[in-house]
């Protein structure tokens, strides 16, 4: 992880100016979450996401995807990310954009339950 943020120039968002940042395995090891900027884009870490126990506790639920040749990835399952969504939605400055977004999703898994019982 560190050697792709590296490539990818990461840097923390809003970063106070002359502090310095190391990015390194012991910086990421002792955080949890992380705003950065990279040439890619924002991006988002966030190990311990609001209503969730972390990795241990959303794995089980996740959903792979095949994204090319010998290229899987797992995902967040749907139900699982809507209960985060639902959790930090309790966070003020987020509350409207993440309820907003749980009923999205909801509206999804509806739609997705609805097809899969048609065939």
Same mark, same amino acid.
């Given at each position: 992880?560190?050697?792709?943020? =590296?490539?990818?120039?990461?840097?923390? =968002?809003?970063?106070? $100016?002359?502090? @310095?940042?190391? &990015?390194?395995?012991?910086?990421?090891? %002792?955080?949890?979450?992380?705003?950065?900027?990279?040439?890619?884009? #924002? &991006? #988002?870490?966030?190990?311990?996401?609001?209503? @969730?126990?972390?990795?241990? #506790? /959303?794995?089980?639920?996740?959903?792979?995807? $095949? &994204?090319? #040749?010998?290229? @899987?990835? +797992?995902?967040?399952?749907? !139900? !699982? &990310?809507?209960? /985060?969504?639902?959790?930090?939605?309790? %966070?003020?400055? =987020?509350? +409207?954009? !993440? /309820?907003?977004?749980?009923?999205? /999703? $909801? $509206?999804?898994?509806?739609? =997705?339950?609805?097809?899969? @019982?048609? %065939?």
């Amino acid at each position: 992880l560190v050697d792709v943020l =590296r490539a990818l120039h990461a840097w923390p =968002r809003d970063w106070p $100016e002359g502090v @310095s940042f190391v &990015l390194d395995d012991q910086s990421i090891l %002792n955080g949890d979450s992380f705003t950065l900027e990279t040439d890619a884009g #924002d &991006l #988002d870490l966030i190990g311990t996401p609001d209503g @969730s126990r972390g990795y241990a #506790d /959303l794995q089980a639920g996740a959903e792979t995807y $095949e &994204l090319g #040749d010998a290229l @899987s990835v +797992q995902v967040v399952g749907l !139900d !699982d &990310l809507i209960r /985060l969504k639902h959790a930090s939605g309790m %966070n003020a400055h =987020r509350a +409207q954009k !993440d /309820l907003h977004d749980a009923a999205v /999703l $909801e $509206e999804i898994r509806e739609r =997705r339950r609805a097809h899969e @019982s048609d %065939n």
